[in-house]
C-alpha cells in the first residue's frame, strides 16, 4: 500500500535527490516572472505544456516554431490566449550562415517566424545564427554573413513590432550552429541597430565561462531581450547539445548572474530552457515542479 500523500518524499528531476524547498503553490508571487521554455518538456505537446504552466502557477511559455507548427498558428494563439499565458519569447529564427544562394531562402523563412511572433505576441524572436557549410573553415566569413542577415530584418522587425534577440552559444557549438560565441561578440552586432529592433539573448549555460561576462552584461543594459536559465553539468553528455542541467545542478553561479541581469534593468521574463534526455524522460509535472522549486530557491531573490 502507498503511503499518503503527505508522507511522501518529494523528489528533485532528474536526480532523484528530495527537494531542497517547498513547490510554491499557484498564485506565488515569487512565480511571477518564471517562464517554461517547451523544450525543457520536449514531450509536451503545445497544448500540454500550456496546461502544465496553468497547473504550476507560472505565467509564461516560451514556444517553440515547431509545436505551433503542428496545431496552427491560429490555434496556437487561442490556446495560449485563453489560458491567460504570456509568451516570453519565440524559438527560433536565424541560421543566416549558409551558402550566399541560401540567403533569401534564410531571410523569408525569417520573416515568417516574425509573423508568428506577432501573432503570438511574443517580444522577441530568438535568433540562432547558424554554424559553417560543410567544408567551409571561413569563420569570419560566417559571422559576417550572420550580421548583414541581421541588419535586413530590422525594417521588418521594426514594423511588426517584435525584437531580434541574438543568441551567442558556447563555442563547443560554434562549428556547426552558432558563430557568434560570447556576448561580447552579439553586442557588437547588436549596437549596429536600434534597440528596440536587435537585443541580446543572456543565456546561462551559453555565457558563465566567458571572461568579464558580468561586466558585458551590465554593458547590455536594454539590449536584454530575454534571459534563460540552465546550468553547466560535468560530465557532458556524449551528446553536446543535451548537455544543459536542471538549474542548481551544475556549475553556474546563477545568484550573481541573475543579480546582474537585474542591475542591468531587465525587468521580463526568466526561461528555464533545459535540453537534457534524462529531464526529458521524467514525468513532465515533475519537472516543472523542480524548475519552480530551483527558481524561488536560486533566482527569485536575485531579480
Request: glycine share 8%; proline share 9%.
Amino acid at each position: 500500500m502507498s503511503a499518503p500523500a503527505a508522507e511522501r518524499v518529494v523528489v528533485d528531476q532528474p536526480s532523484g535527490a528530495p527537494a531542497r524547498v517547498p513547490t510554491p503553490e499557484p498564485g506565488d508571487p515569487r512565480l511571477a516572472r518564471l517562464s517554461l521554455n517547451q523544450r525543457t518538456t520536449a514531450e509536451w505537446s503545445l497544448a500540454e505544456a500550456v496546461a502544465g504552466c496553468v497547473a504550476a502557477g507560472l505565467p509564461a511559455l516560451g514556444v517553440w516554431r515547431e509545436p505551433v507548427a503542428e496545431v496552427g498558428l491560429e490555434a496556437a494563439v487561442r490556446l495560449v490566449r485563453d489560458a491567460g499565458l504570456r509568451v516570453s519569447s519565440l524559438c527560433r529564427g536565424g541560421f543566416f550562415t549558409g551558402p550566399a544562394a541560401t540567403a533569401r531562402t534564410a531571410h523569408d523563412e525569417n520573416l515568417r517566424a516574425l509573423d508568428e511572433a506577432a501573432a503570438l505576441g511574443a517580444p522577441v524572436l530568438v535568433l540562432v545564427p547558424g554554424g559553417l557549410p560543410p567544408g567551409d573553415r571561413d569563420l569570419p566569413g560566417a559571422r559576417a554573413r550572420a550580421a548583414e542577415a541581421v541588419a535586413a530584418l530590422v525594417p521588418e522587425a521594426l514594423a511588426r513590432g517584435v525584437r531580434l534577440g541574438i543568441e551567442p552559444m558556447h563555442p563547443i557549438y560554434a562549428a556547426d550552429r552558432g558563430v557568434v560565441s560570447t556576448l561580447a561578440q552579439a553586442l557588437d552586432l547588436a549596437e549596429q541597430h536600434p534597440a528596440e529592433a536587435v537585443g541580446v539573448v543572456v543565456d546561462t549555460f551559453h555565457l558563465w565561462w566567458e571572461p568579464d561576462v558580468l561586466a558585458q552584461v551590465a554593458r547590455a543594459g536594454e539590449r536584454i531581450a530575454s534571459y534563460q536559465v540552465a546550468d553547466w553539468i560535468t560530465p557532458l553528455p556524449p551528446d553536446a547539445l543535451l548537455s544543459r542541467g536542471m538549474p542548481g545542478d551544475g556549475h553556474v553561479d546563477l545568484g550573481a548572474f541573475t543579480a546582474a541581469v537585474a542591475a542591468a534593468g531587465y525587468t521580463g521574463d526568466v526561461e528555464v530552457e533545459v535540453f537534457n534526455a534524462d529531464v526529458w524522460a521524467a514525468p513532465g509535472a515533475e519537472v516543472v515542479a523542480t524548475l519552480a522549486r530551483r527558481h524561488v530557491e536560486l533566482v527569485a531573490p536575485h531579480l
